[in-house]
C-alpha cells in the first residue's frame, strides 16, 4: 500500500532558479541596451541626452520634413580634469584649434562641454572659459 501512495504522489517543479534564470537575463539585455544608447567618451559618465531627432519624416507631424539639427562637437572632461577630444586626451592648445576648426568648417554648429559629475565647478569653469573665448555664444554646458 505504501508504494502506490508514494507513486501516485504528483511531481513538484521548483520554479525558483528558472526565474533566476530569467531575470538575469533580462538585467543583461537592460545594462546592453542602455550602453548602446549613449555616446560614449572613455573616462567620462556622460549625463543623459535626448535624442534629436534625425531628418527625415516625423510620424506625429504627418509628413512635415524635419529640419537637421546643426553639428555638435563633443569636449569631453574626464575625472581627472583631463580634456578629452574624439577619445583621446588633449590640452588646451589642441582643444583651441579643434574648436576654431570645428566652428569655420561648421558656422551653425555647437560646442559642447560634458564634464564628469564628480569634478568641482571651478574645474569644469577653466575649461568652459577658454572654449567660450574660442567658441563665443556657441558653447554650452551639458549637466543632468
Keep these: 500500500m505504501?508504494?502506490?501512495?508514494?507513486?501516485?504522489?504528483?511531481?513538484?517543479?521548483?520554479?525558483?532558479?528558472?526565474?533566476?534564470?530569467?531575470?538575469s537575463v533580462l538585467i543583461f539585455f537592460v545594462i546592453l541596451s542602455m550602453s548602446l544608447t549613449n555616446?560614449?567618451?572613455?573616462?567620462?559618465?556622460?549625463?543623459?541626452l535626448e535624442k534629436?531627432?534625425?531628418?527625415?519624416?516625423?510620424?506625429?507631424?504627418?509628413?512635415?520634413?524635419v529640419p537637421t539639427p546643426p553639428a555638435k562637437l563633443v569636449v569631453g572632461l574626464n575625472k581627472d580634469s583631463q580634456i578629452v577630444l574624439d577619445g583621446a586626451v588633449?590640452?588646451?592648445?589642441?582643444?583651441?584649434?579643434?574648436?576654431?576648426l570645428f566652428l569655420s568648417e561648421n558656422p551653425e554648429g555647437i560646442v559642447q562641454l560634458n564634464a564628469h559629475r564628480t569634478l568641482g565647478y571651478q574645474e569644469v569653469e577653466r575649461v568652459l572659459q577658454t572654449?567660450?573665448?574660442?567658441?563665443?555664444?556657441?558653447?554650452s554646458l551639458v549637466v543632468e
Design 2 to 23: 505504501k508504494r502506490k501512495a508514494i507513486a501516485s504522489k504528483i511531481p513538484q517543479v521548483n520554479l525558483v532558479p528558472m526565474i533566476d534564470v530569467l531575470m
Design 39 to 48: 555616446q560614449l567618451i572613455p573616462s567620462v559618465e556622460l549625463p543623459e
Design 52 to 65: 534629436s531627432i534625425e531628418e527625415g519624416v516625423d510620424a506625429e507631424t504627418e509628413g512635415e520634413v
Design 90 to 100: 588633449a590640452d588646451e592648445a589642441q582643444l583651441t584649434e579643434a574648436i576654431k
Design 131 to 139: 572654449m567660450s573665448e574660442v567658441g563665443g555664444g556657441q558653447v
